[in-house]
């Protein structure tokens, strides 16, 4: 599926669950019915200064129109596990931080060989 299919269909998914027409949807972003139509359908694919007019319109973050609902999960997850280590880190006697930090060191290298 191209990216203006994936999201026109995240955009006619989310209108819907906000119980909103294509018409309330392009009067409040200051589009026409047509326009919102063919960005739903992935015939054209918004410029940013529309993505930000829906995300406003829909009350939603921009990146749950432009992002996957899949990738925003990694994300969340991501984020949760750094917040972790974090406070982990910020809580370590000076002598384990400087150890944990060169172990992260270590292993951002061998990441960075890996992917060559």
């Known amino acids: 599926m ?3 299919e994936q999201i026109g269909e995240r955009i006619r998914e989310i209108r819907r669950a906000k119980g909103m ?3 309330a ?11 919102v139509s063919q960005i739903e ?7 940013i ?3 930000l007019a829906l995300a406003r319109a829909l009350t939603v973050p921009v990146d749950h129109i432009i ?7 990694v994300d969340a997850e991501k984020k949760s596990e750094l917040a972790e280590a974090s406070l982990m880190l910020a ?5 384990d931080l400087t150890l944990a930090v060169k172990l992260l060191r ?6 960075t060989a890996e992917s060559r």
């Open 49 to 51: 200064d529309t993505v």
């Open 2 to 4: 191209a990216i203006a």
């Open 91 to 95: 809580t370590m006697s000076p002598r």
């Open 25 to 35: 949807l392009a009067e409040a972003t200051g589009r026409t019915e047509d326009s």
């Open 67 to 73: 992002s996957s609902p899949e990738l925003r999960k």
């Open 106 to 111: 270590v292993l951002a290298e061998n990441a």
């Open 41 to 47: 359908r992935g015939l054209n694919l918004p410029t």
């Open 21 to 23: 027409t294509q018409a």
